[in-house]
């Protein structure tokens, strides 16, 4: 088939503003209803940018089989970069340096780096619950990061985030914000609140990479900051000393809008809907009565799994992805032009009725052998598709599950208010709203209880 030489069309927008309102409101939902109404490849608009979407299978089939060849990532990501004071970083690479870099990331960020250490990340999780009071309501998405954020910067970068988190909140927003998704003015980098976050965000980054200089460096196994300071030293043209601030930074960004908000958006569900916190608690109990938790045991935990997936599911933190055209190609009938802005709408799938009945409908049969709905091809993308797919996928899924599995063992929690109806805020990726606030009500497992001496028990590993 020849290409339409016309353009794809184009979703009606308001003048100026173009789809900006509804983009920015719920990206996915408003790219799946353009794609049920216009098909599979579209014109948005957003104040004065243009921008192609593909959307539907075919689209994530295209990224995942053709992506390299036509598209680039460098426009979306360098910004971040930028504020960095770097060139590039792993994300805003492409080609064969991006491959070479990510090699050197893999091990540091695979799987087996949390499986070694599942009692740190139960003791983290656990170490922080215990400064929760009772009965008072806590920010739900903050109180995640807390955990979330210290598990990452002590497991793969050897160092606690603490005393910066939110810091590190403040500038990774802001500068996803104004310099990457684009939704915010420019000005707010300019505001003294984000120029000491800044500050402080590199104060970090130079202080991790000292620990990783120091001489002790030698005496323990070599960590994901390791590898890429010793890519540094040996290849400086590939990988300059102020091109490494991105990279050491990586652990203490990568979990923030993304683990996080998953963890919100699940534990959420758990609080809404009984038989299924009945159920992953179950489970709980019984993986922690058997000892420390091992990759293998963590293999059978099938419904948390299925939670798990049903969550990335219905509520993906990347509902889509940029990137720049490098040389025209055809889709869906219609030419697209090298330098072109396209979205890849890679969640757009998840809420097609055709692939996932009732797609509104929190249903984890979904994911049972005979039903198999996200192994339809094109179907299931939360961790995004192509070279860049999400190099933390295996970790995020452990640590998710491990995070989740400890504090419903461990604890009885509420909603506060009780009836508070989940509200997202869209930016920079989704989360649950501030609205969403958490109560401990008290300790399920006895010896996890402080005592009365104000001491913390430990959980239940027996
Ligand atoms: C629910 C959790 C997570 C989700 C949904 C998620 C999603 C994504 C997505 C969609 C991308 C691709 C972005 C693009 O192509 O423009 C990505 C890239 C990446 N993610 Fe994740 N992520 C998660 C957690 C993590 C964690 C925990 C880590 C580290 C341990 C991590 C490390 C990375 C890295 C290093 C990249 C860049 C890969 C590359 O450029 O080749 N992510 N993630």
Same mark, same amino acid.
């Given at each position: 088939?020849?290409?339409?030489?016309? /353009?794809?069309?184009?979703?009606?927008? #308001?003048?100026?503003?173009?789809?900006?309102?509804?983009?920015?409101?719920?990206?996915?939902?408003?790219?799946?209803?353009?794609?049920?109404?216009?098909?599979?490849?579209?014109?948005?608009?957003?104040?004065?940018?243009?921008?192609?979407?593909?959307?539907?299978?075919?689209?994530?089939?295209?990224?995942?089989?053709?992506?390299?060849?036509?598209?680039?990532?460098?426009?979306?990501?360098?910004?971040?970069?930028? %504020?960095?004071?770097?060139?590039?970083?792993?994300?805003?690479?492409?080609?064969?340096?991006?491959?070479?870099?990510?090699?050197?990331? /893999?091990?540091?960020?695979?799987?087996?780096?949390?499986?070694?250490?599942?009692?740190?990340?139960?003791?983290?999780?656990?170490?922080? &619950?215990?400064?929760?009071?009772?009965?008072?309501?806590?920010?739900?998405?903050?109180?995640?990061?807390?955990?979330?954020? =210290?598990?990452?910067?002590?497991?793969?970068?050897?160092?606690?985030?603490?005393?910066? +988190?939110?810091?590190?909140?403040?500038?990774?927003?802001?500068?996803?914000?104004?310099?990457?998704?684009?939704?915010?003015?420019?000005?707010?980098?300019?505001?003294?609140?984000?120029?000491?976050?800044?500050?402080?965000?590199?104060?970090?980054?130079?202080?991790?990479?000292?620990?990783?200089?120091? =001489?002790?460096?030698? %005496?323990?196994?070599?960590?994901?900051?390791?590898?890429?300071?010793?890519?540094?030293? =040996?290849?400086?043209?590939?990988?300059?000393?102020?091109?490494?601030?991105?990279?050491?930074?990586?652990?203490?960004?990568?979990?923030?809008?993304?683990?996080?908000?998953?963890?919100?958006?699940?534990?959420?569900?758990? +609080?809404?809907?009984?038989?299924?916190?009945?159920?992953?608690?179950?489970?709980?109990?019984?993986?922690?009565?058997?000892?420390?938790?091992?990759?293998?045991?963590?293999?059978?935990?099938?419904?948390?799994?299925?939670?798990?997936?049903?969550?990335?599911? &219905?509520?993906?933190?990347?509902?889509? +992805?940029?990137?720049?055209?490098?040389?025209? #190609?055809?889709?869906?009938?219609?030419?697209?032009?090298?330098?072109?802005?396209?979205?890849?709408?890679?969640?757009?799938?998840?809420?097609?009725?055709?692939?996932?009945?009732?797609?509104?409908?929190?249903?984890?049969?979904?994911?049972?052998?005979?039903?198999?709905?996200?192994?339809?091809?094109?179907?299931?993308?939360? #961790?995004?598709?192509?070279?860049?797919?999400?190099?933390?996928?295996?970790?995020?899924?452990? /640590?998710?599950?491990?995070?989740? +599995?400890?504090?419903?063992?461990?604890?009885?929690?509420?909603?506060?208010?009780?009836?508070?109806?989940?509200?997202?805020?869209?930016?920079?990726?989704?989360?649950?709203?501030?609205?969403?606030?958490?109560?401990?009500?008290?300790?399920?497992?006895?010896?996890?209880?402080?005592?009365?001496?104000?001491?913390?028990?430990?959980?239940?590993?027996?």
């Amino acid at each position: 088939m020849t290409a339409n030489k016309k /353009q794809p069309p184009l979703a009606p927008g #308001f003048p100026v503003l173009g789809n900006v309102l509804d983009l920015a409101k719920d990206t996915r939902a408003f790219l799946t209803a353009k794609y049920l109404e216009l098909g599979p490849i579209y014109r948005v608009r957003a104040l004065n940018q243009e921008f192609v979407v593909l959307a539907g299978t075919e689209a994530n089939l295209f990224m995942t089989r053709e992506g390299t060849n036509y598209f680039r990532s460098y426009e979306f990501w360098h910004g971040m970069d930028d %504020e960095l004071g770097a060139a590039r970083s792993m994300i805003s690479m492409d080609g064969p340096e991006h491959i070479r870099f990510r090699k050197v990331q /893999q091990k540091g960020y695979g799987r087996t780096v949390i499986w070694q250490h599942i009692p740190e990340v139960i003791a983290i999780t656990q170490n922080e &619950m215990q400064q929760w009071p009772i009965n008072e309501p806590l920010p739900g998405l903050y109180s995640l990061q807390r955990i979330i954020t =210290e598990q990452l910067g002590i497991l793969a970068a050897g160092y606690s985030p603490r005393e910066y +988190l939110d810091d590190m909140i403040k500038f990774v927003r802001t500068a996803l914000l104004t310099r990457v998704t684009k939704q915010r003015p420019d000005i707010l980098r300019y505001t003294p609140s984000y120029r000491r976050a800044r500050s402080r965000a590199l104060e970090l980054a130079t202080n991790v990479h000292a620990v990783h200089q120091s =001489e002790t460096a030698n %005496e323990r196994e070599p960590d994901l900051i390791d590898q890429v300071m010793q890519l540094a030293q =040996e290849d400086s043209d590939f990988l300059p000393e102020s091109d490494l601030m991105p990279a050491i930074l990586g652990p203490f960004i990568a979990g923030l809008d993304t683990v996080a908000s998953t963890c919100a958006f699940l534990l959420y569900i758990l +609080l809404t809907k009984p038989d299924i916190l009945a159920m992953v608690q179950q489970e709980a109990d019984a993986l922690f009565r058997k000892g420390t938790p091992t990759p293998q045991d963590l293999r059978q935990m099938d419904i948390t799994h299925r939670v798990i997936q049903e969550t990335l599911r &219905m509520y993906p933190i990347a509902p889509a +992805l940029q990137r720049t055209v490098t040389q025209d #190609f055809e889709f869906a009938g219609y030419q697209v032009k090298a330098g072109d802005t396209v979205i890849i709408a890679t969640t757009v799938p998840h809420y097609l009725p055709e692939l996932y009945p009732d797609p509104e409908r929190f249903d984890i049969e979904r994911y049972t052998e005979t039903r198999k709905e996200h192994k339809q091809p094109g179907a299931f993308a939360p #961790f995004g598709l192509g070279a860049h797919t999400c190099l933390g996928a295996g970790w995020a899924e452990v /640590q998710i599950m491990m995070t989740i +599995l400890t504090i419903v063992h461990s604890v009885d929690l509420v909603m506060d208010p009780p009836d508070y109806q989940l509200k997202i805020d869209p930016a920079p990726t989704p989360s649950p709203d501030k609205g969403f606030k958490i109560k401990l009500t008290g300790w399920r497992q006895p010896n996890a209880t402080p005592d009365a001496s104000g001491a913390q028990g430990q959980p239940n590993l027996k």
